[in-house]
């Protein structure tokens, strides 16, 4: 079975400033790994995916994501944050083969002041 | 791009009622799921479907039950509300990657 961990259930931090959101996993087999985005009383977003390939992944809005296998870790980083980027954060795992589901950290709360 | 639409945003029941929450897909996904979502538990999986008709057990199925007779629609049945069951409701398709997620509905049981 899989399991992924969120260190940070909240992250303050003041707008501008960088910002990194934890994420580990556990799994004993290839996994695909996500960033998931959810803004107040919506669904969640799909911010950024690891497939294969190159380990650093990036979104259009200015996140990214590097993939360390040997750590088991998918972090989360933002150089400049924005107020706008105020929203709960879910890193999730999904088995590369055969039937899955995506399993989710309990989630990161980024709040930004100005 | 793919679409997916829960029925209802926000839904108030009473305790012992039999609650219908409906999802609709629009891009042919063969897997689809139901997940709840609490503060500080994250989205904890419900049932899924990875064809028509068929359905498993997720990591919280007591209470609830789900159908699927057409492939773009996923219906999860709670058969008789009670108020621990208040909660984000999250329906998600997807291929073999990425999920995508509806709106949500927030049930009340009162």
């Known amino acids: 079975a899989q399991s992924v961990t969120q260190l940070d259930s909240q992250v303050p931090v003041f707008e501008e400033a960088p910002v990194e959101l934890r994420c580990n996993y556990s799994s004993s087999v290839s996994v695909y790994l996500f960033w998931y985005v959810q803004y107040p009383n919506q669904g969640l977003q799909l911010l950024l995916k690891y497939l294969s390939g190159s380990t650093l992944v990036e979104s259009i809005n200015g996140f990214e994501a590097e993939f360390n296998k040997s750590q088991t870790s998918f972090h989360l980083r933002k150089p400049s944050v924005h107020i706008s980027d105020t929203a709960e954060y879910f890193c999730?795992?999904?088995?590369?083969?055969?039937?899955?589901?995506?399993?989710f950290g309990k989630g990161t709360m980024l709040l930004v002041s100005p | 791009d793919v679409k997916v639409t829960q029925s209802s945003r926000y839904l108030v029941k009473r305790t012992g009622e039999k609650v219908f929450l409906e999802c609709v897909q629009d891009?042919?996904?063969?897997?689809m799921f139901w997940y709840r979502q609490d503060p500080g538990l994250g989205l904890r999986l419900i049932y899924f479907s990875y064809d028509v008709k068929m359905k498993e057990k997720g990591d919280i199925p007591e209470g609830y039950s789900v159908s699927r007779e057409k492939k773009e629609r996923f219906s999860l049945i709670l058969e008789s509300a009670s108020t621990n069951q208040t909660s984000m409701y999250l329906c998600?398709?997807?291929?073999?990657?990425?999920?995508?997620f509806g709106q949500g509905t927030r049930l009340t049981v009162v």
């Open positions: 998600a398709s997807s291929l073999q990657t990425e999920a995508f």
């Open positions: 999730a795992v999904r088995v590369v083969s055969g039937y899955s589901t995506l399993t």
């Open positions: 891009m042919d996904h063969e897997n």
